[in-house]
């Protein structure tokens, strides 16, 4: 069983920086990866997707504001979140999986979130 668990989510101000990390419990050199939000009342999404190859993908909400990178030899991931904005609050979840298309990591794994606020 893969086991994912985040950190380093908080309160910020807007405009104000924070960086998530994910430690993955088992070699992560053939998985793709991804951060995905769920702010309360909407759906989850997507927020940032890398592949083995270090290949990204990202929502245009975040795209030049958040960058995703992998650690394989720590097993760990990380979004640097740069530029918050109040909508970007939301719990943050890292996941993991074997499946890409699209530009998008399809997970079979997940961590249990931690909790970004951005205020105005």
């Known amino acids: 069983q893969v086991q994912l668990v985040e950190s380093g989510g908080g309160s910020v101000q807007a405009g104000g920086s924070l960086r998530l990390s994910c430690v993955v419990s088992?070699?992560?050199?053939?998985?793709?990866m991804g951060w995905f939000r769920q702010a309360p009342g909407k759906e989850r999404e997507g927020v940032a997707h890398i592949k083995w190859d270090g290949s990204t993908d990202y929502a245009i909400s975040v795209k030049g504001r958040f960058v995703i990178s992998r650690d394989n030899a720590k097993n760990t991931l990380y979004l640097q979140m740069n530029s918050l904005k109040p909508e970007d609050t939301a719990m943050y979840y890292c996941a993991a999986g074997l499946a890409w298309s699209d530009g998008t990591c399809h997970p079979t794994y997940w961590g249990q979130g931690t909790q970004v606020t951005v205020s105005s």
């Open positions: 088992a070699y992560m050199y053939n998985y793709c």
